[in-house]
T-cell receptor, first 114, second 111 residues
Framework: DTAVSQTPKYLVTQMGNDKSIKCEQN?????MYWYKQDSKKFLKIMFS???????INETVPNRFSPKSPDKAHLNLHINSLELGDSAVYFC?????????????FGPGTRLTVL | KQEVTQIPAALSVPEGENLVLNCSFT??????LQWFRQDPGKGLTSLLL?????REQTSGRLNASLDKSSGRSTLYIAASQPGDSATYLC??????????FGTGTRLQVFP
């Protein structure tokens, strides 16, 4: 009965590689997000999608390309990984029609670039 | 540009104490404010959400208040327990839909 799930949970890779992180939500939400938590534990939004359409892009390098095949999924592909990409990446979702506007977060993917 | 600050950065208290975590934000034009809990190596668990028109929300031993005009929110934890040990994050959202997070308060409750 997982609400927002992410795969993989851990990802260790070499500099220069290309990798993807997947996110799925079974809450019936239509808006999904990617956040990055850096080594100092500071959380910052990267992207948001509503009904598969990109809404927010917070000046993230174009090596990061989100893709939403349907409104239940939002994947994050990263090209040419750099050391500074090491972080925990969180996916979140919410129902845009809800006046409550609460966001629900996944368990995170810890990316380590060597 | 909205900035969110949390004080204190870390807090260590004995079990049973009532405690207050503080969150301040620079732009009062918020849509809502959300308090989260993050356990080490885990994701974020939403604790309470206060809409901009509300003054407070309560859930069990937790009470969150919001003073939008002064840019402040507090999270009150009654009768703290060791299981409350975690990092507490507040985040505000505006009409652009993104959450802007604070720096967090790391709480340790010892037996």
């Amino acid at each position: 009965d997982t609400a927002v799930s992410q795969t993989p949970k851990y990802l260790v890779t070499q500099m220069g590689n290309d990798k993807s992180i997947k996110c799925e939500q079974n809450l019936g939400h239509d808006t999904m997000y990617w956040y990055k938590q850096d080594s100092k534990k500071f959380l910052k939004i990267m992207f948001s999608y509503n009904n598969k359409e990109l809404i927010i892009n917070e000046t993230v390098p174009n090596r990061f390309s989100p893709k939403s095949p349907d409104k239940a999924h939002l994947n994050l592909h990263i090209n040419s990984l750099e050391l500074g990409d090491s972080a925990v990446y969180f996916c979140a979702s919410r129902a845009s029609g809800s006046s409550y506007n609460e966001q629900f977060f996944g368990p995170g993917t810890r990316l380590t670039v060597l | 540009k909205q900035e969110v600050t949390q004080i204190p950065a870390a807090l260590s208290v004995p079990e049973g104490e009532n405690l207050v975590l503080n969150c301040s934000f620079t732009d009062s034009a918020i849509y809502n404010l959300q308090w989260f809990r993050q356990d080490p190596g885990k994701g974020l668990t939403s604790l309470l959400l206060i809409q901009s028109s509300q003054r407070e929300q309560t859930s069990g031993r937790l009470n969150a208040s919001l003073d939008k005009s002064s840019g402040r929110s507090t999270l009150y934890i009654a009768a703290s327990q060791p299981g409350d040990s975690a990092t507490y994050l507040c985040a505000v959202s505006d009409n652009t839909d993104k959450l802007i997070f604070g720096t967090g308060t790391r709480l340790q409750v010892f037996p």
